[in-house]
């Protein structure tokens, strides 16, 4: 059974940091693409990073310079260093992970980021 598991979550204050991980249960993790997403309420989910298998990385432009999205396939993990959180970071954030070869892709449960201003 797939599982993806986010862990780091909390409530910071601006100008903080966080990590988020998340554990994933997939078979040749390393041939799937990774990435967090975020939802705040009453907003739709919006890409935050993403890794695909390659190691191509890209960011939403309100992140970039202040997230990193790193991988490792040893341990089947994806990791999301947030600093310079800003208020409007807050949200659940969601792991995602995407097999372009099978088109099989799965979410976790969310994590939720909350920074105080």
């Known amino acids: 059974q797939v599982q993806l598991v986010e862990s780091g979550g909390g409530l910071v204050q601006a100008g903080g940091s966080l990590r988020l991980s998340c554990a994933a249960s997939?078979?040749?993790?390393?041939?799937?693409?990774m990435a967090w997403y975020r939802q705040a309420p009453g907003k739709p989910r919006e890409l935050v990073a993403a890794i695909t298998s390659g190691g191509i990385i890209k960011y939403a432009a309100s992140v970039k310079g202040r997230f990193t999205i790193s991988r490792d396939n040893a341990k089947n993990t994806v990791r999301l260093q947030m600093t310079s959180l800003k208020p409007e970071d807050s949200a659940d954030y969601y792991c995602?992970?995407?097999?372009?070869?099978?088109?099989?892709?799965?979410w976790g449960q969310g994590t939720q980021v909350t920074v105080s201003s």
């Open positions: 997939i078979t040749f993790f390393s041939l799937n693409d």
């Open positions: 995602n992970s995407l097999n372009r070869n099978t088109g099989l892709g799965y």
